[in-house]
């Protein structure tokens, strides 16, 4: 499986607010099985984006690189089958 260049992100801690280092990136809700469908989603010019799904805030910080977030550890990474 490819992986991915667009940031995904995931909100297992059920944050009301994620800060991140992206205006375009994906949305996964939380972990499996308690995802929902992976949405694209886009600031523009804004600098916060809801999810429609999950209802989490993402909040744009330039000084968060594009992986970093801002409570820690919501980075979503795909998981590889042995």
Do not use: W
Request: proline residues 7%; contains cysteine; negative net charge.
């Amino acid at each position: 499986m490819a992986g991915h260049s667009i940031p995904h992100f995931q909100n297992d801690g059920g944050h009301r607010t994620i800060e991140i280092g992206v205006k375009e990136f994906m949305c996964v809700g939380a972990s499996v099985p308690y995802d929902h469908p992976h949405v694209f989603l886009d600031m523009g010019d804004d600098n916060e984006k809801v999810c429609p799904y999950c209802s989490t805030l993402f909040r744009f910080n330039p000084a968060l690189k594009a992986t970093q977030t801002d409570p820690v550890g919501c980075t979503f990474t795909n998981q590889v089958a042995a």
